[in-house]
C-alpha cells in the first residue's frame, strides 16, 4: 500500500518542486493541493480546510512573505491559524510544519541550533511560532527554513534583485550589505523534505547550509560568476546594525545524514548560467 502524501500550496515555489520529487520515488501517491487549480493535476480548493486527509501532510500554504503577513492584520492571522486546526482535525499520521528561520531573530553572531531561543517579534513571527507549537503538540514535524533560492524564486528578493542588476551599467545597489544570511539551493530543501516525509520523527528541525554570507559578499559572488570581477557594489544603508541569521544543521545531519550539496557559489553558477 503506497503512503499518501498531501502538499499543500502545490502551487508554489516549494510546493511543485515537492510534488514533483515526490511523484518519482516509490510508494508515495502524492496528492499535491492548491488554491489555483493550474493545470487539472492538482484538488483545487477554495478553502484549505477543504484539504483532503492522508497519511502524511506537507503543509506549505502559508505566505511567505513577510512583508504580506505582517500588514495582512489579525484576520489572517486567525485564518491560519484555523486552517491548520482544520487539518490537524483530518488524523495525519504525520504532519510537517513549514516554518522559517527568521523565528531566531537576527541578534546572534554564532548558528542558531534547534534549541536556541526564538522571538515573537511581529505577526509573521507570531504566526510561525503559534503554528509551530500546533503541530509539536500532537506529534508532528516543524522544519524552520533559511532563505531558499533556484529557479523560479520570488522577485522580490535580494538575491533576484542582485541578479536582475546584472542586465544594467554600474554598480550593484543593495539596500544593506550588513546582514549575514543563511542561502540553501532548493533541491537541497526538497531532499530533507523527502528524509522527513519517510523517516522523520516529531521534533524541531533546522534546514540551511550552516554557512552565513554577507549581502555583500553574495553580490560580490553574483559579480564575480558572471565575469564582471571589476564591478562595484552600493549599499543604500548608512551605518545600519549588525544582522545574523544562520542556522546550524547539525541536528538534521546527525540524525539522517542529510547535508546539502550545494554551496552558495555553485547554487548562483548555476541561476547565472540560465539567465
Same mark, same amino acid.
Given at each position: 500500500?503506497?503512503?499518501?502524501?498531501?502538499?499543500?500550496?502545490?502551487?508554489?515555489?516549494?510546493?511543485?518542486?515537492?510534488?514533483?520529487?515526490?511523484?518519482?520515488?516509490?510508494?508515495?501517491?502524492?496528492? #499535491?493541493?492548491?488554491?489555483?487549480?493550474?493545470?487539472?493535476?492538482?484538488?483545487?480548493?477554495?478553502?484549505?480546510?477543504?484539504? #483532503?486527509?492522508?497519511? =502524511?501532510?506537507?503543509?506549505?500554504?502559508?505566505? #511567505? %512573505?513577510?512583508?504580506?503577513?505582517?500588514?495582512?492584520?489579525? %484576520?489572517?492571522?486567525?485564518?491560519?491559524?484555523?486552517?491548520?486546526?482544520?487539518?490537524?482535525?483530518?488524523?495525519?499520521?504525520?504532519?510537517?510544519?513549514?516554518?522559517?528561520?527568521?523565528?531566531?531573530?537576527?541578534?546572534?553572531?554564532?548558528?542558531?541550533?534547534?534549541?536556541? #531561543? +526564538?522571538?515573537?517579534?511581529?505577526?509573521?513571527?507570531?504566526?510561525?511560532?503559534?503554528?509551530?507549537?500546533?503541530?509539536?503538540?500532537?506529534?508532528?514535524?516543524?522544519?524552520?527554513?533559511?532563505?531558499?533560492?533556484?529557479?523560479?524564486?520570488?522577485?522580490?528578493?535580494?538575491?533576484?534583485?542582485?541578479?536582475?542588476?546584472?542586465?544594467?551599467?554600474?554598480?550593484?545597489?543593495?539596500?544593506?550589505?550588513?546582514?549575514?544570511?543563511?542561502?540553501?539551493?532548493?533541491?537541497?530543501?526538497?531532499?530533507?523534505?523527502?528524509?522527513?516525509?519517510?523517516?522523520?520523527?516529531?521534533? +524541531?528541525?533546522?534546514?540551511?547550509?550552516? =554557512?552565513?554570507?554577507?549581502?555583500?559578499?553574495?553580490?560580490?559572488? =553574483?559579480?564575480? +560568476?558572471?565575469?564582471?570581477?571589476?564591478?562595484? =557594489?552600493?549599499?543604500?544603508?548608512?551605518?545600519?546594525?549588525?544582522?545574523?541569521?544562520?542556522?546550524?544543521?547539525?541536528?538534521?545531519?546527525?540524525?539522517?545524514?542529510?547535508?546539502?550539496?550545494?554551496?552558495?557559489?555553485?547554487?548562483?553558477?548555476?541561476?547565472?548560467?540560465?539567465?
Amino acid at each position: 500500500m503506497r503512503l499518501s502524501v498531501v502538499v499543500t500550496g502545490a502551487s508554489g515555489f516549494v510546493g511543485s518542486a515537492l510534488v514533483k520529487k515526490l511523484k518519482s520515488v516509490h510508494g508515495i501517491k502524492v496528492i #499535491p493541493v492548491s488554491r489555483s487549480g493550474i493545470d487539472g493535476s492538482h484538488i483545487s480548493v477554495h478553502d484549505y480546510r477543504d484539504t #483532503p486527509a492522508g497519511d =502524511v501532510l506537507v503543509h506549505l500554504a502559508e505566505n #511567505p %512573505d513577510r512583508f504580506c503577513v505582517n500588514n495582512a492584520g489579525e %484576520d489572517y492571522i486567525n485564518e491560519s491559524e484555523m486552517i491548520l486546526d482544520a487539518m490537524i482535525s483530518k488524523g495525519y499520521s504525520k504532519i510537517i510544519y513549514c516554518s522559517s528561520a527568521v523565528v531566531y531573530s537576527d541578534a546572534g553572531n554564532v548558528p542558531y541550533t534547534e534549541e536556541s #531561543p +526564538v522571538f515573537s517579534e511581529d505577526d509573521y513571527t507570531r504566526l510561525k511560532l503559534n503554528n509551530e507549537q500546533r503541530v509539536i503538540n500532537v506529534g508532528g514535524i516543524v522544519v524552520r527554513l533559511a532563505n531558499i533560492i533556484g529557479l523560479g524564486m520570488a522577485k522580490n528578493n535580494v538575491l533576484s534583485d542582485i541578479i536582475f542588476q546584472l542586465h544594467e551599467d554600474g554598480p550593484i545597489s543593495v539596500r544593506n550589505d550588513r546582514p549575514v544570511r543563511d542561502f540553501i539551493w532548493l533541491d537541497d530543501v526538497i531532499d530533507a523534505l523527502e528524509i522527513l516525509i519517510l523517516e522523520g520523527r516529531v521534533g +524541531v528541525f533546522n534546514i540551511g547550509t550552516g =554557512v552565513g554570507i554577507s549581502i555583500r559578499e553574495m553580490a560580490e559572488t =553574483v559579480l564575480n +560568476v558572471a565575469g564582471k570581477n571589476n564591478g562595484a =557594489v552600493k549599499s543604500l544603508a548608512v551605518s545600519p546594525p549588525s544582522s545574523y541569521n544562520v542556522v546550524d544543521i547539525g541536528k538534521m545531519r546527525s540524525t539522517y545524514g542529510w547535508s546539502p550539496k550545494l554551496t552558495l557559489e555553485q547554487s548562483i553558477e548555476f541561476m547565472v548560467s540560465e539567465i
